[in-house]
């Protein structure tokens, strides 16, 4: 299984950017799957996770109405939509597969990450 996260990078505070991450080596399409995120010195944070067919979707409490999961199963890739982030957002995101949990001990696949930086 490889789970290949990209789309990261520096934005200002206020700014939009789309993380996504491509899945090969599991059923995709009957997968949950879920970003999280770590910052320095912080614990892996749960994002958001959306079901297999999309039709259930789970936020973390403060990206609530600024980010938005997505899947496209024909390109087995989900997506992070990130309006109008802020610098709390800074942290290294990753993609993971196999559970709706916000435990990240929960998930059996992860992917390497893509660093996100919110700075002016």
């Known amino acids: 299984v490889q789970l290949q996260a990209s789309g990261g990078g520096l934005v200002q505070p206020g700014g939009s950017l789309r993380l996504s991450c491509t899945a090969s080596?599991?059923?995709?399409?009957?997968?949950?799957l879920a970003w999280f995120r770590q910052a320095p010195g912080k614990e892996r944070e749960f994002v958001a996770s959306?079901?297999?067919?999309?039709?259930?979707?789970y936020y973390t409490g403060s990206v609530k109405g600024r980010f938005t999961i997505s899947r496209d199963n024909a390109k087995n890739t989900i997506y992070l939509q990130m309006n109008s982030v802020e610098p709390e957002d800074t942290a290294r995101y990753y993609c993971?597969?196999?559970?709706?949990?916000?435990?990240?001990?929960?998930?059996?696949?992860w992917g390497q990450g893509t660093q996100v930086t919110v700075s002016s």
């Open positions: 080596g599991l059923p995709f399409s009957s997968t949950t």
């Open positions: 959306i079901s297999s067919r999309g039709n259930y979707i």
């Open positions: 993971a597969a196999g559970s709706y949990s916000k435990d990240p001990e929960a998930y059996n696949y």
